[in-house]
T-cell receptor, first 114, second 112 residues
Framework: GAGVSQSPSNKVTEKGKDVELRCDPISGHTALYWYRQRLGQGLEFLIY????????KSGLPSDRFSAERTGESVSTLTIQRTQQEDSAVYLCASSLVGGGQSYTFGSGTRLTVV | DQQVKQNSPSLSVQEGRISILNCDYTNSMFDYFLWYKKYPAEGPTFLISISSIKDKNEDGRFTVFLNKSAKHLSLHIVPSQPGDSAVYFCAAGAGNNRKLIWGLGTSLAVNP
C-alpha cells in the first residue's frame, strides 16, 4: 500500500484480556519498528525487525509483550493479560535499509485498558 | 539515560515569527539526525534531516542547523504558521543502525 496501515485504530479492552495489534508496512520496506507513546510522553521504542535478522526486542517492557513479523510484511504486536499502564498509542513504522533513511509511521492504535 | 534531549517541552510563537526548536545529544557516534512532526491522533511524519557531514540543511520554511562540537541541533521554522502547531521530535541514528534514538518532543503552538 501507499502508507503504513495499522489496525484497529482504537481498541478498548478489559484488564487481563489479551490484545493483538496489526501493522502492514510499506511494500519493500525491510525494517519495521514498534513504538508506544503514553499520554504526555515521548516515543518509547519497543521492538525492531530487520529482514531475516533476529529482532531487537530490547524495548519490550515485560514478557507480556511479544511481536512477530512474517517475512518482510505484516507484523503483529501481542499484549497478554493487559494492565492499565499498557494504555497508550502504539505506533508502527517502516523504512528502507540504510543509514539516514527516514521512517514512515502509521496512524497508530490507541489502546485503552479499563 | 536520555541520549537525545529536547529540553523545552513546549514553545509558543506568534504567527509570522521564527520558531526555533532545540535538540542536544550525547553520543558522538550519531551521524544523522531527523526531525519529525506529529499532529494529535496521527503518526509522526518526517520533516527534514541532516547528515553529520553538513552543518545546515534547508527545505522551504524549514532549516536544520547542526553544531557537532556542541552536540546540538536546531530546527528553524520561518515564517511560522498556525498549521505548524504540532509536537516536534528530534531523532538521531548512527551508521546503518536503523534504530533511531528519539527525544521526548517539543509542543509548538503558533498563535494567529
Amino acid at each position: 500500500g501507499a502508507g503504513v496501515s495499522q489496525s484497529p485504530s482504537n481498541k478498548v479492552t478489559e484488564k487481563g484480556k489479551d490484545v493483538e495489534l496489526r501493522c502492514d508496512p510499506i511494500s519493500g520496506h525491510t525494517a519495521l519498528y514498534w513504538y508506544r507513546q503514553r499520554l504526555g510522553q515521548g516515543l518509547e521504542f519497543l521492538i525492531y525487525f530487520q529482514g531475516n535478522s533476529a529482532p531487537d526486542k530490547s524495548g519490550l517492557p515485560s514478557d507480556r509483550f511479544s511481536a512477530e513479523r512474517t517475512g518482510e510484511s505484516v507484523s503483529t504486536l501481542t499484549i497478554q493479560r493487559t494492565q492499565q499502564e499498557d494504555s497508550a498509542v502504539y505506533l508502527c513504522a517502516s523504512s528502507l535499509v540504510g543509514g539516514g533513511q527516514s521512517y514512515t509511521f502509521g496512524s497508530g492504535t490507541r489502546l485503552t485498558v479499563v | 539515560d536520555q541520549q537525545v534531549k529536547q529540553n523545552s517541552p513546549s514553545l509558543s510563537v506568534q504567527e509570522g515569527r521564527i520558531s526555533i526548536l532545540n535538540c542536544d545529544y550525547t553520543n558522538s557516534m550519531f551521524d544523522y539526525f531527523l526531525w519529525y512532526k506529529k499532529y494529535p491522533a496521527e503518526g509522526p511524519t518526517f520533516l527534514i534531516s541532516i547528515s553529520s557531514i553538513k552543518d545546515k540543511n534547508e527545505d522551504g520554511r524549514f532549516t536544520v542547523f547542526l553544531n557537532k562540537s556542541a552536540k546540538h541541533l536546531s530546527l528553524h521554522i520561518v515564517p511560522s504558521q498556525p498549521g505548524d502547531s504540532a509536537v516536534y521530535f528530534c531523532a538521531a541514528g548512527a551508521g546503518n543502525n536503523r534504530k533511531l534514538i528519539w527525544g521526548l518532543g517539543t509542543s509548538l503552538a503558533v498563535n494567529p
